[in-house]
């Protein structure tokens, strides 16, 4: 299924819901879809980049040390007060680079100070967008998996976007090569 044919799911499931007046916001650079009485500004672009980095980075922290945690917990317990020192630098109105660099090292080196066990095995998470970071959309496979003793790999959100923009460069690249005649050397 593809993401037009999802993003259309979407407004029926919340009116499914009882949330007929929740709007589902689209967000493409191709303008399928128009979204009155939001826009999307320089500055609330950049939460959401930072946003996602940020999300990306404590993610793969999180689930890289919490199957071999040696205290059952703490990785959780990091999680949740790196995620409140986030949560409150996402609501300044201003991101200067340089704090953010600091805050995504430190997240890191954190992590890392926890003590782990040894590292066994990993086990990937690959399948659609939905189904990989919606927890509800894979049966908790994320936590089924780290009970069984082993790390979720899971692709990092950005990349998706980064996937997203190359895949057009090369639709186009390919459209333009298709109408060039094939010539083989043997």
Known sequence: M?????????????????????????????S????PGFKFTPALVQKGMYGLVFGDIFLRCLYHVRPYEAEPGSANAMKNGKKNVLLSFHRINSFPTAPIKKMCREMIRDFDKLPILDIQNQESVSSAI????????NNHLVELLESEGAE?????????????????NFKD??????TIPLTFIY
């Open 2 to 30: 593809s993401c037009i044919e999802l993003y259309g799911l979407y407004p029926t499931c919340t009116c499914k819901a009882g949330y007929p007046d929740v709007p589902v916001i689209s967000i493409n650079l191709a």
């Open 32 to 35: 399928l879809e128009k979204n």
């Open 130 to 137: 939905l189904v990989k970071f919606a927890p509800a959309a």
């Open 152 to 168: 979720a790999v899971v692709p990092d959100l950005l990349d998706f976007f980064l996937y997203c923009f190359y895949n057009a």
């Open 173 to 178: 690249s390919y459209r333009i090569l298709r």
